[in-house]
């Protein structure tokens, strides 16, 4: 059986590849035959994210009034000098860059050719006998122009079986005029899952199907197929809490350095991007592929987060962890769900204006979420050879 997946890939975000390399390598341990199709990842222009905006700042007004216009002049200034350092340290962005394609070519097995969104529509020389939508946020109608590509519409003229595993529509709902769109297009899966459990009332909600919630696929590997089959390591000697965020929240650093002062750790930061940084002792990384990102999650003692995935690999990892969530964000559903699956919901420290962020506990003890881990693990590996099996 030869299985195509199509997911993100090709956009220097640790999490997308990661996912992607999880999927197809626990199909090829399982004695399929399955690969990613190299395909283009195309980023709507800021322009058409008009709904991302707005929402963020009617909700950034509705949490804090009129102080919300503090935060978004500084949101707006970050992501000016985010544009300027990108250009001012370009020779460093491409050397970062070439980690994530020599990870790509070297870890994921992909197709050898390569397809734009557009040339993919039109393909008639693709052999799979089974298409899977990938996971991370393939169904969010914010991050690309085309959904019908990631919702397999392509693969109806080759009659082969359609099924997504861990699919992300990411967003609280979806807006009235992507509706009709999103009922053709879950209705087309012909066996279908999320990752999200706000993920599958949207589908039960818009569509005449249901979906299954299943965890993302970097949980089917174990810590020790990762430290196996990618991890490189740093270099970096020493107990560490590992700070990874997304958002650049002012606070996360603050509070990262507290936690690591209790328990008597350095603090290392995977910068998202290159900019100057406070000197408070933070061993500061950039130049780092996803191969490396999985070697400094590997030795981790402690990790201070906002993302999904350093969410997901602590838990994976058995890390103890915080995860920051902003709550004027309209795409938290991914990290919450999780957080609520595994029963780990204490671990969330909500962003504030006062900035006097403290966890409620730093010590936890994964015995009962590893029962959870199992189960859910079981749960979605049968879904998935299930799907794959089924006639």
């Keep these: 059986m030869k299985i195509g997946i199509v997911t993100y890939v090709k956009c220097d975000n640790y999490g997308a590849e ?12 399982l004695g399929y035959d399955a690969e990613v199709i190299n395909l283009e990842k195309r980023n709507i222009d800021m322009k058409r994210n008009q709904d991302v905006i707005m ?3 009617k909700q950034r007004f509705k949490q804090e009034g009129v102080f919300a216009i503090v935060s978004i002049v500084r949101k707006f200034l970050e992501t000016k000098k985010r544009i300027t350092d990108e250009d001012k340290y370009k020779a ?6 070439k980690l994530f394609e020599n990870f790509f070519e070297n870890k994921v097995r992909h197709s050898e050719k390569y397809y734009t969104l557009d040339e993919i529509s039109n393909a008639t020389d693709l052999k799979y006998d089974v298409y899977i939508a990938g996971s991370d946020q393939i169904w969010n109608y914010i991050h690309t122009d085309r959904l019908d590509v990631y919702f397999l519409m392509f693969a109806n003229k080759f009659k082969a079986k359609k099924i997504s595993y861990a699919a992300s529509v990411s967003i609280y709902d979806i807006p009235k005029k992507w509706r009709a769109a999103y009922k053709t297009y879950f209705e087309n899966i012909d066996v279908l899952s999320v990752r999200e459990l706000h993920g599958a009332e949207l589908v039960s909600k818009y569509s005449n199907k249901k979906a299954e919630v299943v965890l993302d696929p970097t949980f089917l590997l174990t810590k020790e197929d990762w430290v196996r089959e990618v991890a490189n390591d740093c270099g970096i000697e020493g107990d560490y809490l590992l700070i990874y965020t997304l958002s650049g929240s002012p606070h996360i650093r603050k509070m990262a350095h507290d936690i690591a002062r209790r328990l008597n750790l350095k603090v290392v930061n995977i910068k998202s991007g290159y900019s100057d940084e406070p000197d408070d002792g933070t061993i500061n990384v950039y130049e780092i592929g996803p191969a490396e990102w999985v070697g400094l999650w590997s030795k981790a003692k402690y990790v201070v987060t906002d993302s999904f995935h350093g969410t997901a690999f602590s838990i994976n990892f058995n890390i103890p962890f915080t995860t920051l ?15 609520k699956i595994m029963n780990l919901e204490s671990r969330i420290v909500y962003d504030t204006l006062k900035g006097d962020l403290k966890p ?22 049968k879904f998935l050879l299930h799907a794959l099996n089924s006639k």
Aim: charged content about 20%.
């Design 360 to 381: 409620n506990d730093v010590a936890l003890d994964f015995t009962e979420t590893n029962r959870i881990l199992k189960q859910w693990k079981e749960k979605s590996l």
């Design 92 to 97: 460093i962005n491409e050397n970062k860059h």
């Design 325 to 339: 969530v902003n709550p004027n964000s309209m795409m938290n559903s991914r990290v919450l769900s999780i957080l």
């Design 18 to 29: 990661l996912q992607a390399f999880a999927l197809q390598w626990k199909l090829n341990s």
């Design 55 to 57: 929402g963020a700042i």
